[in-house]
């Protein structure tokens, strides 16, 4: 899934693509994506792009004042064509979600978003206003934003005390834009269980939290930023210390990454950074909460 540094990447990237081309035209390929009806796409044909804006995940295309908001959930993708193929837009079954065509020299340049596999969580919203977009109206606090200090976070950490902080980190409502992978790497980096409650956490540990939030999510963005569409996903990948690492060894101390697995998911870390060498099991048998 992308998560806010690869999203931060693209609008860097739409940005200095996109700001002052007009729309040619935007193809819907899956009719579900789509969860907004009031404006239509067509309505963004022949308008200019004037900027384009991060709000956690999603990502965010003002067009002369009428947005094109996406987010990619966890399967999707952008590619970025110049030119656009002039195969026809066919909805379907596939992965191609939507198309969208800019004006170029000499062709149009564009962007697709696709999205892989059978469940399809990828969405699309034409706006007059981003409060219409549910799932923007109910982020959390940035914890880049520059007003966003220790404090916060340690209230935030008081107001969901009984959460764990790894579900904490990736709840988009509590804090906008961490994932699976980030918080994985962020904990590790903080050296604390995935499984200990937000509410337990010492002084010296929430400065620790919060300052490893800010250090990885930024190191991150500071790679991604100026990278292609194309390159951002293994990117990713290979600078990732714990996460997706099982078995090989954690770049601070040499113990082997371990992995808990989920009906859908998986967390990895490293017992003797962060859970004194024990093993966890799941989050139904784990006794590491303190």
Request: hydrophobic share 45%; with cysteine; charged share 25%.
């Amino acid at each position: 899934m992308p998560e806010m540094p690869e999203v931060e990447a693209l609008r860097a990237f739409l940005a200095e693509n996109l700001v002052g081309r007009a729309v040619v035209r935007a193809d819907l390929a899956a009719i579900a994506a789509l969860k907004t009806f009031a404006v239509p796409l067509s309505a963004l044909h022949g308008m200019e792009v004037t900027g384009v804006e991060r709000h956690g995940k999603f990502l965010a295309i003002d067009v002369d004042g009428t947005w094109l908001a996406f987010h990619l959930a966890r399967a999707g993708w952008l590619t970025w064509h110049d030119p656009v193929p002039a195969t026809p837009v066919r909805p379907g079954k596939g992965p191609l979600a939507l198309r969208v065509a800019f004006d170029g020299d000499p062709d149009p340049v564009g962007f697709s978003l696709t999205e892989a596999g059978t469940q399809k969580h990828l969405s699309v919203y034409v706006v007059a206003d981003l409060a219409e977009v549910p799932g923007i109206t109910r982020l959390g606090p940035d914890p880049l934003a520059a007003g966003f200090s220790r404090d916060d976070f340690a209230a935030v950490l008081t107001e969901h005390a009984r959460t764990q902080v790894k579900g904490l980190l990736k709840d988009q409502s509590v804090l906008a834009g961490i994932g699976n992978a980030y918080s994985d790497e962020i904990l590790q980096a903080a050296r604390l269980s995935p499984f200990k409650l937000a509410g337990s956490l010492t002084d010296d540990e929430v400065t620790g939290l919060f300052e490893a939030i800010r250090t990885e999510l930024t190191s991150a963005i500071d790679r991604a930023v100026g990278e292609k569409p194309a390159n951002l996903k293994d990117g990713k990948r290979s600078t990732m210390r714990v996460h997706g690492r099982k078995g090989e060894a954690c770049p601070t101390c040499g113990t082997p990454i371990a992995e808990v697995s989920f009906a859908d998911s998986f967390l990895n870390y490293c017992p003797r950074c962060q859970t004194g060498g024990k093993l966890l099991a799941d989050r139904r048998l784990s006794k590491l909460l303190k």
